[in-house]
Every structure is written in C-alpha cells, then in structure tokens.
C-alpha cells in the first residue's frame, strides 16, 4: 500500500504561479514512478506530467515550457511547479504514483486560475 499526501492548491490570478507537493508514504520502495492528472469540470482526467525513478520526464503539450515536475527520493516527494497559470489550468489536480503494487492516487487538490 502507498498512501499519498497532497498540498499546494489554491486561488491564483492569471500569470501567477503555484507549487504543488506530494508526499508518498507505505511501500514507497515498489514506486518506480509518480506524476500529476488534472480533471476539469465536465473534462475527462489528463495526465500533465509524469516523473519517472530514473528521472525521466514527459509533459501534456499544453503545459510545456510553463510547468516543472521534480521529484525528491529523500524524501518520496514530489512536486509540480506551475508558472504562468492561465484559466484553462483550472482542474483538480491528482498525484499519481506507478508501483509495483499497482498504481496509487492521491485525494485531489484544486487549483482555480481567475482573476
């Protein structure tokens, strides 16, 4: 079991920037990767950036250049910095981790982009 801590959402204008961190905890030693999903209201749940153990990084097209996956092994975090936020990043944002136990989801954080 890997259980999955999230923090970092909130209200943000247009152009501004959020962080948001996950913390892994329980069988972190069978995660051999972890990303961030976003679900929009009335959208289907898209991938937006994914880290892989190695390193490793693959980005949604429409966040390229704006935003950052990292990832800390020290401490099973990792982190999505966002710049440039623009209302159609508005979602909830999930963290997703790949495991050998199977893939594991976080409760959801929502981010909301207005002015």
């Known amino acids: 079991q890997v259980q999955l801590v999230e923090s970092g959402g909130g209200l943000v204008q247009p152009g501004g920037s959020l962080r948001l961190s996950c913390a892994a905890s329980?069988?972190?030693?069978?995660?051999?990767?972890m990303g961030w999903y976003r679900q929009a209201p009335g959208k289907q749940r898209e991938l937006v950036a994914r880290?892989?153990?190695?390193?490793?990084?693959n980005y949604a097209d429409s966040v390229k250049g704006r935003f950052t996956i990292s990832r800390d092994n020290a401490k099973n975090t990792v982190y999505l910095q966002m710049n440039s936020l623009k209302p159609e990043d508005t979602a909830v944002y999930y963290c997703h981790v790949e495991s050998l136990a199977g893939p594991y989801w976080g409760q959801g954080t929502q981010v909301t982009v207005s002015s």
């Open positions: 880290i892989t153990s190695g390193g490793s990084t």
């Open positions: 329980g069988s972190i030693f069978s995660i051999y990767a």
